[in-house]
């Protein structure tokens, strides 16, 4: 599709394009709403590798997942909807970074910056999201997908999501992408920070449990670094918080399907826990920039059950970064750092 050049003239007063992407949501806690989320999510090949030929898994997919798990899918978002604002956890919050971050570049360079908001699937879209950018007269754009850590299945579904657009523009705008930000030392400090004032109130616990994303083995050996950059933010962390190994350990959440994926996992290291113990125990989730499903359902509820039900005593979730001031600052930081010559 044609696209207008006016736009993407050079010019001292244009704007910096600055885009917030993450994963996505349903529009609605409805099967109907779901299957079409479902269906655009897992027919990504970042997420799912099928084996050759690609038609097996498009059978799998559309005769029996999007028959079963839309219903099952709508109860479990229906239980989260509404938590953190209006609708669906991940959108309200994301729409509260974007917020805030906007209000911090404006604070600081008045007028450069034009900040969208787009997700992988579902709405609001890249597409929208980039043509907001467009709309603005933003020659240059600076993509932030909302990952601390970089997997291909997250991070580089952003970066094909930008260029599927992007290949539709007549003039292509400058384009820069932060592909992760998992050492980064002001992250490490929000995220000892939440966990230092959640411990003020809420006292410590017996054990700390950090809990990412999982992603199956088999795209490890093939080359993805996402786990040692989990390790990684996990030992800044411990170590920010002064934690000695036996106190702390890093585990993977939300397999799908049946092959292995990598361990050790979340639901069976809690329901190991109070064999060894360990009776009280806090959950942190450092790869999730913004709470979701994945973190408002399946740990402090789903998993807190699992660790109850094997004898422990106190279980809690520390809420993910989201729209904490020292989260804003940071993520505002990395992108005036990453677009310092731009501003010039």
């Known amino acids: 599709m044609y696209k207008s050049s006016s736009i993407h003239e050079s010019g001292s007063d244009s704007k910096i394009g600055i885009l ?13 709403a779901v299957k079409p989320y479902l269906r655009q999510f897992l027919s990504d090949t970042r997420v799912i590798e099928p084996p050759p030929p690609k038609w097996i898994w498009q059978l799998i997919l559309n005769i029996v997942i999007l028959n079963l798990r839309p219903r099952r899918s709508a109860k479990l978002y ?21 917020k805030a971050i906007s209000s911090e570049l404006e604070r600081r360079l008045p007028g450069k910056f034009s900040v ?8 609001p879209s890249m597409a929208s999201a980039l043509g907001e950018l467009e709309a603005q007269g933003c020659n240059k754009i600076l993509v932030l997908p909302l990952y601390p850590q970089y997997a291909a299945s997250s991070t580089g579904s952003v970066f094909d999501a930008v260029a599927r657009e992007l290949s539709s523009w007549r003039n292509v705008p400058d384009i820069r992408f932060i592909s992760s930000y998992n050492k980064e030392d002001l992250y490490i400090e929000a995220l000892a920070n939440s966990v230092k004032e959640y411990q003020k109130i809420n006292g410590k616990p ?20 996402y786990p040692c950059q989990c390790c990684k933010t996990s030992f800044l962390l411990a170590s920010k918080l002064d934690l000695k190994p036996e106190q702390y350990k890093m585990t993977f959440q939300s397999r ?4 292995e994926w990598m361990k050790d996992y979340t639901d069976e290291t809690l329901k190991s826990l109070p064999a060894k113990g360990i009776k009280s ?16 359902e399946e740990i402090s509820g789903e998993n807190k059950t699992y660790f109850m039900e094997a004898g422990g005593q106190s279980f809690d979730y ?5 729209d904490r ?4 600052n940071f993520l505002t930081e990395l992108l005036l750092k990453n677009s310092s010559d731009w501003t010039i």
């Open 256 to 259: 799908l399907g049946v092959a």
């Open 318 to 322: 520390i809420p993910a970064l989201n």
């Open 325 to 328: 001031k020292d989260h804003i």
């Open 116 to 123: 969208a908001l787009g997700m992988c699937y579902g709405n």
């Open 20 to 32: 917030l992407a993450n994963l996505g949501t349903p529009d609605a806690p409805t099967a109907k």
């Open 78 to 98: 229906k239980s989260v909807w509404d938590t953190h604002g209006e609708g669906s956890p991940l959108l309200s919050i994301s729409k509260m970074q974007k």
């Open 281 to 296: 125990v806090q959950v942190i989730c450092p790869g999730f920039s913004a709470d979701c499903l994945e973190t408002i």
């Open 206 to 225: 017996d054990f700390l449990l950090m809990s990412y994303h999982g992603i199956p083995k088999k795209y490890f050996d093939k080359g993805d670094n």
